[in-house]
């Protein structure tokens, strides 16, 4: 029997890890088999306190899961698979240990990317469909890329992609960004960055050569569609919170998001943090604030349960 699993290894789990060891409640993290969160694939990170100057996010993903060895925490490369939670018993299957017995939960899975749901983006998915620029960007050195979407990803995207790329074209479906002033800023005045506003993307162009050759966009005010010779795509435009695996145990709300009241989910012991909970901020600083927060309502919680050892 484990005293508390935290299931995900991005800032909110790992920051609730180091809070959960601080206070010798001996956690274990499940962390994936891919482990880190998102921010692992964040090329510079520039707002998280403490750091003057910009951090890479595997770099900073690096010294957290330090810091958390360091203080004991123990990590299982390893799925979660399916789980039972009532608030008497509770076990995780795990793809690779087999069944695990806990007595508390932390959910911080996080969350993956969004894609557009076409067929010829299926198809052409790791053909130059991609939806992780700092993975794939360096393919696309000298080329012509596409960035599909408004808010801070892309942005973050077509910045990053501007130095590597020929040229950079952001299609996005409104005509004002979402993304925070500064990125839309600093997108706009980047020489080879261009912008198709009201445009949505309509088909991949490339799937007989199996290998992206342009786009085929619309515009949503004239209705007019036209070609872009591309040689790659970024999909940027927003993400789902994995979730499936706690389908039908804990409470979600109609996106998938855990439904948490501060950390705590529906059934006592469970607690989320981070993006599979959070569709408002979604920030490496907010998901790590709310794994110390769960972890710190997982310690009241198993302070109060009864010793079934004694
Ligand atoms: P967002 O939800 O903020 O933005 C998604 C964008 O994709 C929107 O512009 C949206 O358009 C567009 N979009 C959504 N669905 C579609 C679709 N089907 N077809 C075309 N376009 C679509 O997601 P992000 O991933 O950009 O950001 C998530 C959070 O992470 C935000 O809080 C953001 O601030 C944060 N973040 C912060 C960074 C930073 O540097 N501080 C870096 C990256 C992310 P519309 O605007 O019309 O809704």
Same mark, same amino acid.
Not at 31 to 51: D, S
Not at 173 to 180: G, I, T
């Given at each position: 029997m484990e005293n508390l699993a935290i299931i995900g290894s991005g800032p909110a789990g790992l920051t609730a890890a180091i809070y959960a060891a601080r206070a010798n409640l001996d956690p274990v993290v499940v962390?994936?088999?891919?482990?880190?969160?998102?921010?692992?694939?964040?090329?510079?990170?520039?707002?998280?306190?403490? +750091?003057e100057q910009p951090i890479g996010g595997m770099a900073l993903t690096d010294a957290m899961r330090r810091q958390a060895e360091r203080l004991g925490v123990r990590f299982m490369m390893d799925e979660v698979t399916g789980c039972q939670f009532s608030a008497a018993e509770k076990s995780l299957e795990l793809a690779v240990a087999g069944t695990l017995h806990v007595r508390a939960v932390i959910i911080a899975t996080g969350a993956s990317a969004r894609y557009l749901g076409l067929e010829s983006e299926h198809k052409l998915r790791g053909r130059g469909v991609s939806a992780c620029a700092t993975c794939d960007g360096a393919f696309f050195k000298g080329k012509r890329v596409a960035v599909v979407g408004g808010g801070d990803t892309a942005m973050a995207d077509a910045l990053y992609l501007a130095r590597l790329a020929e040229s950079v074209t952001v299609i996005h $479906?409104?005509?004002? +960004?979402?993304?925070?002033k500064i990125m839309a800023e600093r997108v706009l005045n980047t020489p080879n960055i261009k912008v198709a506003w009201d445009s949505a993307v309509e088909e991949i162009l490339g799937v007989e050569q199996r290998k992206v050759s342009g786009l085929k966009i619309k515009?949503?005010?004239?209705?007019e569609t036209s070609q872009l010779e591309m040689d790659g795509v970024f999909i940027a435009i927003g993400h789902q919170p994995n979730t499936g695996v706690f389908r039908g145990q804990v409470e979600l709300d109609a996106d998938g998001y855990v439904v948490t009241d501060s950390t705590r989910c529906?059934?006592?012991?469970v607690f989320a943090a981070g993006d599979v909970q959070d $569709? $408002?901020?979604?920030?490496a600083i907010t998901a790590a604030g709310s794994g110390c927060m769960a972890a710190l309502e997982a310690e009241r919680y198993l302070a109060e349960l009864p010793d079934l050892t004694a």
């Open positions: 962390e994936g088999i891919q482990p880190g969160g998102q921010l692992t694939q964040t090329a510079e990170v520039e707002n998280f306190p403490g +750091f $479906r409104r005509d004002a +960004f979402r993304a925070s515009n949503l005010k004239s209705g529906s059934v006592p012991g $569709r $408002r901020y979604k920030q």
